[in-house]
């Protein structure tokens, strides 16, 4: 996240009673912690006790802009239909596999770059231990697109899900590379 996004959500005033709750988690936060955090917390301390706006960054340097429920589920949607999707290819014969173009159904990740959707999956996969598929794997899309891909998808998906189908027969898949190839000429 850059530091801008990051310096907007910093409050540029804290009430006494917000300020002397914070010291004292801050205390017990430095009691403990190792040396460096103990130090990292008096200074906190500090800067809130002498309520120096101006540096309030380094007491509340660490916290992230929320990440909204939309983008949790647009995540947790995706992941949900390549869970499918690869289910189903794992099913087909080998010569189901080379009749259909494959590649494009492949999962890319997303763009570490462009939003939050990067940093919701690698938490989900890597820290909430879901998605066990992706684990250890290099997931940064260096494209922009992968989103727009993946809706393209979820489109057809939910016209399954609709369906109560969750497994996707060689036709099935094929509808989901109609939609990608489709959306990008």
Do not use: W
């Not at 310096?7 to 005033?13: A, G």
């Not at 992230?64 to 690869?86: D, F, G, Q």
């Not at 992968?146 to 509808?175: G, W």
């Amino acid at each position: 996240m850059d530091s801008e996004k990051r310096n907007n959500m910093i409050p540029e005033t804290i009430s006494l009673v917000e300020r002397q709750l914070l010291i004292t988690q801050c205390k017990i936060l430095s009691v403990f912690g190792d040396s460096t955090e103990k130090a990292l917390n008096e200074r906190r301390i500090e800067i809130l006790e002498k309520g120096y706006t101006g540096l309030y960054q380094k007491v509340f340097n660490t916290l992230y802009e929320e990440v909204p429920i939309s983008v949790y589920e647009e995540v947790e949607s995706i992941l949900k239909m390549y869970s499918a999707i690869n289910d189903s290819i794992r099913l087909l014969s080998d010569s189901d596999k080379e009749a259909i173009d494959l590649s494009s159904l492949e999962f890319e990740g997303f763009d570490e770059n462009s939003g939050m959707h990067y940093y919701m999956m690698s938490y989900l996969v890597d820290r909430m231990d879901e998605y066990h598929e992706y684990k250890g794997r290099e997931l940064k899309s260096h494209s922009t697109r992968s989103l727009t891909k993946y809706n393209k998808m979820l489109n057809i998906h939910r016209e399954f899900e609709q369906l109560e189908r969750n497994k996707y027969s060689l036709a099935d898949l094929q509808k989901f590379i109609d939609a990608v190839r489709n959306g990008s000429e």
